[in-house]
Every structure is written in structure tokens, then in C-alpha cells.
């Protein structure tokens, strides 16, 4: 049986094309003048990669200009795993960092675009996708680089980690805004947890030591993606001082998280997190269906099932009474938080999701969200900030949305959720993880 990875919203295109004067209803803004590109695993003809999330990565891009939609192309990352067939692990167990997927997330730092996913090194990417290399910055990474980094807005600097499942398992990374890779930290935890994200604040690193576990059986068996739920591993948070790399941890319940939506201190000291938090079961069953099982309830689609059980909570970390406290946000099914990025770190009032067919935007001060629906797969909604903005959602969100085997990329007003325009794409753009936008400069 072909799984569920392979099939519906999740299947792969078979080949690489170009398309020029895209279609466009709608009013495309000036101001939205450079690329949109966004990356998600994307197997070779006939390839099983043994989970979704395993796929060769594939990266989409749209090239506005002057109110018009210029150019669409895909291409592969030509990572040595792609081009060379170069397994990640060696017979004998060891890394090779450069063969990787690259098919998660694709960023822009210092004037270099680069593809990421966490097992390895990223890969940089040329503005008309293609691809220049592997990055180690110069040789200073010797570890794996997360596929969310997160850029402080204040200092233009990039923070990032890399995991591992060996020791040290967790490293902290910072570049400078020049793309001079400036600090590396070991952070001391008990074992090779999959950390997909973290967050910052002003003054702190939010680390997520939670009970998904590598498991090296698997890994050398070299089927599916090597991480189980492990009951006896327990669940914390950690904050860490920027300056001086001191960690508390906080209990919290048994969860996981694939997403951060953003964090921040508050006026009394306390780092208050916003994430998409998922059950232990919902994790389990979400955790089968995309490895090709038939675990937990039936969905619309299988891009929807990645969906299922996971919600929008808070973690409020005191470190007066050394508690965190968790309140859920909201009932709904929904991932991918996003939020405009010249708030990353810092307290922000508006965050983005993306529900079943839906983007949902949530008033974080009031607890009131809206909801614009989209009648398809829908992508996560990229936030991009007006060049003049006047208020925090003062900008436009993008995203690539899927239906009746139709792909459009949307532009919403991120204020109202109303359309602004729609390019119609030349072909099928499966349903992948994280994209972005990189105005010309």
C-alpha cells in the first residue's frame, strides 16, 4: 500500500519546472518586490523515504516585481544525499553533516539563503534556487544546525543549536549579523532529545527538553525517522541567560512541540512561551500516521493529521517560585505559529496558525481570534511587515494554498485577513513545512 506521505496533499511532484507572467487576481502590492520560497520534503520517483518528514527537500519559489508575479520554479537542494546517494550515518555509527535533506525551513542571513534541516548542515541556495553548497561557516560548525533559528531584532544577530545523539547533545550557536559564526555553548541535558525548536527573549534562550528520544536501533536499520516517545524521560523547560548560560529548568507536564510561537519577559521578570503543544497520545498517533502507520482518528487529508490533538498553549516560567504554569489558548486543532518577525523575542499581541482549510490569527491580549478560510491545503502564513507600519499587524501574510490539485500563493492583509491577491501557480505544490520572504535589497 502506498503510505499516506506519498499520497493526497503530501505527494510528490515527479520533476523540476520553470513558468514566467503567472497569473494573478487581485492587486499585488508594490512593495511586495523580491522572492517567496518555501522548502518541504519532496522524494525522487518511486522513492520511499520510510516518513514524511525524510523526503528529499524541494524548494518552491515565486518572484514578484512591481505588482507582478515574474517567475515560478522548483528545484531539488543538491545535497550529497540527493546527488550522491552519501548515507547520513557511516557503517560504524558516525555523522556525515553534509548528508542531509536540507527540506525543512529556508532563511536569509547576511545576504545568504540558506536551506535547513536539523540533522546536519545547512545548504546555501543561490536567489534563483540554486545550489551553491554546504555551509559550516568557515569550519566553526561541527554540529547540526536546527531548521528555526531565530534572529534577534534588535542586534540583527542569528541564535540557533544543533542536536545530537551523542554527547554533547545539545550545542547553542550564535552568528553575528555579519554571518560570522561568534559563540558556541554546550547545554548540559540527560539524553538525545529531537528538539525542533526553541525560543528567545530579551535576555533568554527557551531550550525544550521533551520526552521524543532518538533510538540508534532504527537509525542504523536506516528505515523511517529513528525518534520514539520515551514515558520515563520527563518534560522541562529551560530558560538560559544569553550572557552567561546559566539554566533553570521548569517541570511541565508530558508534551511535545514542533513549533514555538513566540516568547517574551514580562514586566515582572517572568518569560511567558506561546507554543503549539501536542498530547503524549496525540503525539503518538500523529507520530504513526506521517512514519505511514494508521494511528490515531481519520482527517480531511493526511497534511491535516500532523494537526491532529496539537493546540495552542502558554507557559508562564517564574523564576520568583521556580513554577510553570500552562493554560491552554484555544480549543482548536492547529500549527505552524508564526508571528511578524520585528517582534521575535519581544512581547507581540498577534499570532498566526494555521487550522484545517483555515488561518486562524489570535489576539494574544484580548484571547479573540478570527478566521479566514481558504477551501484548501493550506500552507503556513508567512508574515511579512509593511515597509511603513503603523501598527504590529501592519504587513501581509503569504501563503501557499492547495485545492482540487490547484496551487495558489495567497497574499492576505494581515490586519483584516481579507484577500489582496492570489497567484495562480503553474502546477501542484505538495503540502511541505516552512517558507519565507526575502524582499530585494
Not at 522513492?47 to 508575479?69: I, S, T
Not at 534572529?151 to 542569528?158: K, V
Not at 521578570?269 to 503543544?277: K, N, Q, Y
Not at 511587515?385 to 494581515?414: C, F, H, K, Q, Y
Request: with cysteine.
Amino acid at each position: 500500500m502506498t503510505p499516506s506521505y506519498l499520497q493526497g496533499d503530501l505527494a510528490p511532484v515527479p520533476d523540476e519546472t520553470d513558468a514566467h507572467d503567472l497569473s494573478v487576481d487581485g492587486v499585488l502590492p508594490t512593495e511586495l518586490t523580491g522572492r517567496y520560497f518555501r522548502n518541504g520534503p519532496n522524494p525522487l520517483p518511486g522513492q520511499n523515504p520510510g516518513h514524511w518528514f525524510a523526503g528529499h527537500g524541494m524548494l518552491h519559489g515565486v518572484r514578484l516585481r512591481d505588482g507582478r508575479a515574474e517567475w515560478y520554479r522548483n528545484r531539488w537542494t543538491r545535497t550529497t544525499s540527493f546527488t550522491d546517494d552519501a548515507p547520513f550515518l557511516t557503517d560504524s555509527g558516525e555523522r556525515d553533516l553534509a548528508a542531509v535533506t536540507a527540506n525543512t525551513s529556508v532563511i536569509r542571513h547576511s545576504e545568504r539563503i540558506l536551506a535547513l534541516v536539523e540533522s546536519g548542515l545547512p545548504y546555501e541556495i543561490g536567489p534563483e534556487l540554486d545550489t551553491i553548497g554546504s555551509c559550516d561557516f568557515g569550519g566553526r560548525l561541527t554540529t547540526a544546525m536546527t531548521a528555526h533559528p531565530k534572529e534577534d531584532p534588535r542586534t540583527g544577530e542569528l541564535l540557533f543549536f544543533g542536536y545530537g545523539f551523542a554527547p554533547p547533545y545539545l550545542t547553542y550557536h550564535r552568528l553575528s549579523a555579519g554571518g560570522e559564526l561568534v559563540e558556541s555553548r554546550q547545554v548540559e541535558v540527560p539524553g538525545p532529545t529531537m528538539m525542533h525548536d526553541f525560543a528567545i527573549t530579551e535576555n533568554h534562550v527557551v531550550w525544550l527538553d521533551l520526552p521524543v528520544l532518538f533510538d540508534m536501533e532504527v537509525a542504523m536499520e536506516r528505515r523511517g525517522l529513528p525518534y520514539r516517545w520515551d514515558d520515563a524521560y520527563g518534560a522541562r523547560l529551560g530558560v538560559m541567560g544569553r550572557a552567561d548560560g546559566r539554566v533553570r529548568w521548569f517541570d511541565v507536564d508530558p508534551c511535545y512541540v514542533f513549533h514555538v510561537g513566540n516568547a517574551h519577559e514580562d514586566a515582572s521578570g517572568r518569560v511567558v512561551l506561546d507554543a503549539i503543544r501536542y498530547t503524549p497520545q496525540s503525539f503518538r498517533n500523529v507520530w504513526e500516521r506521517i512514519s505511514g502507520g494508521t494511528g490515531g482518528a481519520p482527517g480531511p487529508s493526511a497534511s491535516g493529521n500532523l494537526r491532529l490533538g496539537a493546540s495552542l498553549h502558554r507557559w508562564t516560567l517564574d523564576p520568583e517560585s521556580g513554577l510553570a504554569k500552562d493554560e491552554r489558548l484555544d480549543d482548536r486543532a492547529t500549527e505552524f505559529p508564526t508571528v511578524n518577525p520585528t517582534r521575535t523575542g519581544l512581547p507581540s499581541r498577534y499570532l498566526y496558525t494555521v487550522a484545517h482549510n483555515t488561518i486562524v490569527k489570535y489576539d494574544t491580549d484580548t484571547g479573540a481570534s478570527d478566521v479566514r478560510e481558504t477551501g484548501g491545503a493550506t500552507g503556513e502564513a508567512v508574515f511579512v511587515p509593511a515597509g511603513n507600519a503603523r501598527a504590529e499587524d501592519d504587513g501581509w501574510l503569504m501563503s501557499i494554498v492547495t485545492a482540487g490539485g490547484d496551487s495558489s500563493l495567497w497574499v492576505l492583509d494581515a490586519g483584516t485577513l481579507e484577500s489582496v491577491a492570489t497567484v495562480r501557480l503553474p502546477r501542484r505544490v505538495p503540502a511541505g513545512f516552512h517558507g519565507s520572504w526575502f524582499a530585494d535589497t
